[in-house]
């Protein structure tokens, strides 16, 4: 299997928009929270799928 990459988003971000995904692929993401105490738990999986073809203008993902 793949080796999960890592996006790291400033505290302070509202969302970000995921770059460089595959057309007609599936994927997966969880959130951590990192502070400095440590991580926090690793959120639910989120599932989700490109559609097939050419890149679909879409929203940044927003964790809220």
Same mark, same amino acid.
């Given at each position: 299997?793949? /080796? !999960?990459e890592? =996006?790291?988003?400033?505290? *302070? @971000?509202?969302?970000v @928009?995921?770059g460089? =995904? /595959? !057309?007609?692929s599936r994927y &997966?993401l969880q959130? =951590?929270?990192?502070?400095? &105490?440590?991580?926090?738990?690793p959120?639910? *999986?989120?599932?989700?799928?490109?559609? *097939?073809g050419? *890149?679909t !203008?879409?929203? !940044?993902?927003?964790p &809220?």
């Amino acid at each position: 299997p793949p /080796q !999960p990459e890592v =996006l790291t988003v400033a505290g *302070e @971000a509202s969302g970000v @928009a995921l770059g460089g =995904l /595959q !057309p007609w692929s599936r994927y &997966r993401l969880q959130v =951590l929270v990192f502070n400095g &105490r440590g991580a926090g738990p690793p959120s639910a *999986e989120i599932r989700f799928h490109t559609p *097939e073809g050419g *890149e679909t !203008p879409g929203h !940044p993902w927003d964790p &809220r």
